[in-house]
């Protein structure tokens, strides 16, 4: 099967690219590497140096016919959004719509989405299963949910078949300090070096931390998954507040950091944990690694 994946260069992208190239895919890779780096992306894939909102999008689709469409170009900082409005709206919902105009027009069999726990917003009770209320606090929790409705249209007009992927807070090897999973990114750089570690607000605040391999391996599942129209979310369905995993994380590294605590962010999220039985049975998929495993293993891959 062929298989475009957008934003392929970037952190989850590029784990998913991995995934793809052992199933033996056909892989084209487009990403216009503001955040993505070259290095991510193996020989193997056809990478392409664009933006999706550009208008050179439509005559690719035209000229390579893609079975599949993995669309993970996003922008992904919360903070950005709340500064930024509009780059975030350029991005994530215009530049979405033109991957779909263009997956529609030319055949695509399913577009497979990365949205977020962000859609949620600050939810009464944890964890959280895809029937709640949708009320993001942020302006990249709203871009995520309004691709999802262009998704379900696109969908009952046009035919075009999708599954949502609604992350918890991804983690792993290759991650920089942006997006909603970065805090492990920058707590393992600093507790690597001995630097203190500034928490927003009291560090009660919990996450559902999913690795990156296991997200890679619930991608691939949803290109050929049974059913059509798909929302599930991918998650460990377990909380861990921030305070908690210094300590896991210090444990591991053997080493003691001080913690300096600052005023909340304005749109974060104090409690987040997503259910995650759809994609147990609907994608026959489950978090195979365990947090402490996975820390470890992105604790290494500083130290290198």
């Known amino acids: 099967m062929k298989v475009l994946v957008t934003g392929g260069a970037g952190f989850i992208g590029s784990h998913i690219l991995d995934k ?5 895919c056909q892989v084209v890779v487009i990403d216009n590497l503001s955040t993505g780096r070259r290095e991510n992306v193996p020989s193997a894939a056809k990478l392409l140096e664009m933006d999706i909102a550009c208008d050179d999008l439509t005559e690719l689709f035209k000229t390579e016919l ?3 469409v993995i669309h993970l170009a996003a922008q992904t900082s919360v903070p950005a959004s709340l500064n930024d409005p509009e780059h975030d709206c350029r991005i994530n919902i215009l530049g979405s719509v033109k991957v779909l105009d263009a997956a529609r027009k030319f055949g695509v069999k399913r577009v497979v989405f990365s949205s977020s726990a962000a859609v949620y917003g600050d939810a009464a009770a944890v964890p959280i299963k895809e029937d709640s ?13 309004t691709v999802e409705q262009y998704l379900r249209l696109y ?7 999708y599954a ?4 918890a807070n991804v983690y792993g090897e290759r991650q920089g300090d942006n997006g909603e999973g970065g805090v492990i990114s920058i707590f393992a750089r600093r507790i ?3 630097q203190s570690l500034s928490i927003f607000g009291d560090g009660g605040q919990t996450r559902d931390f999913v690795y990156v391999s296991d997200v890679a391996d619930a991608n691939f599942l949803a290109l050929t998954a049974h059913g059509s129209g798909l929302t599930a979310n991918i998650s460990t369905a377990t909380e861990i507040s921030i305070n908690n995993l210094i300590e896991v994380m210090t444990d591991i590294a053997e080493k003691k950091v001080e913690k300096r605590y600052s005023v909340a962010r304005e749109g974060d999220i104090y409690r987040s944990s997503l259910a995650n039985d759809v994609a147990l049975e609907t994608l026959g998929w489950r978090p195979e690694t365990r947090l402490s495993s996975g820390l470890l ?3 290494q891959a500083h130290r290198s």
């Open 133 to 145: 209320v949708l009320r993001p606090s942020s302006f990249y929790g709203l871009s995520k949910l």
């Open 297 to 299: 293993n992105t604790l």
């Open 155 to 161: 969908k009952e007009l046009f035919d075009l078949d």
């Open 20 to 24: 793809l190239l052992r199933e033996n």
């Open 192 to 194: 690597l070096a001995g």
């Open 164 to 167: 949502i992927l609604r992350y």
């Open 66 to 68: 893609f079975d599949y």
